[in-house]
């Protein structure tokens, strides 16, 4: 096993907390660990059985299943259109049915296109 010493400045970590971090590191300043971090304007989007994360624009090009902004395709299972944890309710996918699922459906709120 080999220690590192590394130097980190304006970065957002996705997914984690400093407590994460197991080697020494210095905090450049700027760095933000975000547990719910949006992946700009994309989200999992089912096409043919499989998962890819775009706009939303692109998934309904390409008729797919959106699964709102900032969700990933880790834990989506596309032959069924659904997410792993089964729950249609669980929209952004992250097997928790919450405040989160219902803002994108908000979000989504309207006229279809």
């Known amino acids: 096993y080999t ?3 590394i130097e980190i400045g304006n970065t ?10 197991t080697d020494a590191w210095e905090d450049l300043g700027g760095n933000v660990f975000d547990a ?18 775009l706009v939303y ?10 699964g709102g902004l900032g969700t990933y395709c880790a ?3 596309c032959e069924d259109g659904s997410n792993s944890s089964g ?6 996918a992250d097997d928790d049915v919450d405040v989160h699922d219902l803002l994108q459906l908000l979000e989504s709120w309207g006229p279809c296109p």
């Open 3 to 5: 220690s590192y010493y």
């Open 36 to 53: 719910d971090c949006v992946i700009g304007n994309k989200g999992w989007c089912c096409i043919n059985g499989g998962c890819l994360e």
């Open 75 to 77: 834990g989506v299972s």
């Open 57 to 66: 624009e692109d998934c309904d090009t390409v008729a797919g299943s959106f």
């Open 87 to 92: 729950c249609s309710s669980d929209v952004d």
């Open 12 to 21: 957002q970590f996705c997914g984690h907390s400093s407590s994460d971090m």
